[in-house]
């Protein structure tokens, strides 16, 4: 079994891997895309034709789910509809939002794609990030509600029933777009692939390949650090998994300062206030790229009790909760499977 090493965090990857001289090559490259940089890198024959299809790919989908202020994608249309008119949308954009309500009927509204009002309210990430009056927050609170995106799947339509509700995809969307270019990679002689948005790392396992890798993931510290570092993050610990997908939701990876109180990028959808529990972060692992990538950002609100309750009970993921005071929490899964680094202030709790 081939044991390859990631270093899972929101700002880059290393991939030190178990390779000999005559190891190939890979075809690498890296673009900015959704906020963060995307670095494929791909073995096999078609490698170098891979990369290119692949960024395409990764354009043309960020074109249809991206909010942006000129309004030029289907979410945006959708979203300037609200309390209009349906807008019909593609299949794969319909499919993704359906899913995403979904998830939101699982974990109790945790992860809600009608969260849009209140992350265009703080937008929290770029230059005019700033606390909503108490008055706003509390107007768009009551929009914040996936019960009132209304589907159509005959029509493929998609209808807000609300003037002012927004849905946003951010939770999902780099899960979404790693799945998308793991099927493009299946019609090409591809025999290993690594996606990496931002630390959201993706793995697929092509053609020739006879054996499921061995991961030796190395999560990043989630403590406080500028929120527009490109800095690799100190790794605190080690752990060893055959899945193929590895998200990290840090509370620290954007965040607004307003005196001496740290607001994160993250939002309850209850309050349409930032969450405000014990968590710096989550790694999610799993086989599924958007269930991964949905889970991550549901578990951080879940907070640690009842996000390892979620976990233990879908044995399709695993997980790792860190909390303020450096305590490391994981899922019946990883224990066993995880090592502090030397000289980490972590400490693990339940193993």
């Known amino acids: 079994m081939k ?29 900015f895309y959704t906020g963060t940089y995307a670095e494929l890198t791909f073995y096999g024959k078609d490698k170098k034709v891979a990369i290119d299809e692949a960024y395409k790919t990764i354009n043309k989908l960020v074109t249809q789910i991206e909010t942006n202020e000129q309004g030029e994608s289907e979410i945006d249309k959708v979203n300037k509809n609200a309390g209009k008119t349906p807008v019909k949308v593609s299949a794969n954009v319909y499919d993704l939002v ?54 159509d799947k005959a029509k493929s339509t ?45 793995t697929y396992n092509g053609k020739g390949q006879t054996s499921t890798p061995s991961w030796s993931i190395k999560m990043g510290d989630p403590s406080l650090v500028k929120s527009d570092t490109t800095e690799a993050l100190a790794p605190i610990a080690t752990v060893e998994s055959t899945s193929s997908s590895f998200v990290m939701t840090s509370m620290y990876a954007r965040y607004l300062l307003v005196g001496n109180k740290v607001y ?9 206030r930032p969450y405000d529990n014990d968590l710096t972060a989550v790694y999610v692992m799993g086989e599924d790229p958007v269930q991964v990538d949905l889970l991550s950002n549901a578990l951080y609100g879940m907070g640690c009790v009842k996000g390892l309750e ?42």
């Open 310 to 351: 979620y976990v233990n009970a879908h044995k399709e993921i695993d997980a790792v909760f860190a909390l303020e005071n450096k305590e490391l929490h994981v899922s019946k899964g990883f224990k066993g499977k995880i090592v502090l680094e030397k000289g980490s202030e972590f400490k693990l709790v339940n193993e």
């Open 158 to 202: 998609i209808f807000l029933e609300e003037k002012g509700m927004k849905i946003d995809l951010g939770g999902v969307g780099k899960g979404w777009l790693a799945q998308s270019v793991m099927e493009g990679l299946k019609k090409k002689e591809i025999t290993r692939g690594i996606i990496n948005f931002g630390g959201h790392v993706f």
């Open 3 to 31: 044991k390859i090493a990631l270093l899972l965090l929101f700002a880059s990857l290393i991939l030190a891997g178990c390779q000999d001289k005559k190891a190939e090559v890979p075809a690498s490259k890296k673009e």
């Open 264 to 272: 994160s990028h993250l939002i309850d959808q209850k309050t349409a």
């Open 98 to 151: 359906e899913r995403s309500i979904k998830t939101a009927e699982e974990t109790n509204g945790e992860f809600d794609p009608a969260i849009g009002g209140a992350t265009s309210l703080w937008h929290i990430g770029f230059a005019d990030a700033g606390k909503p009056s108490e008055t706003d927050l509390e107007k768009i609170k009551k929009l914040l509600d996936y019960k009132k995106i209304k589907m």
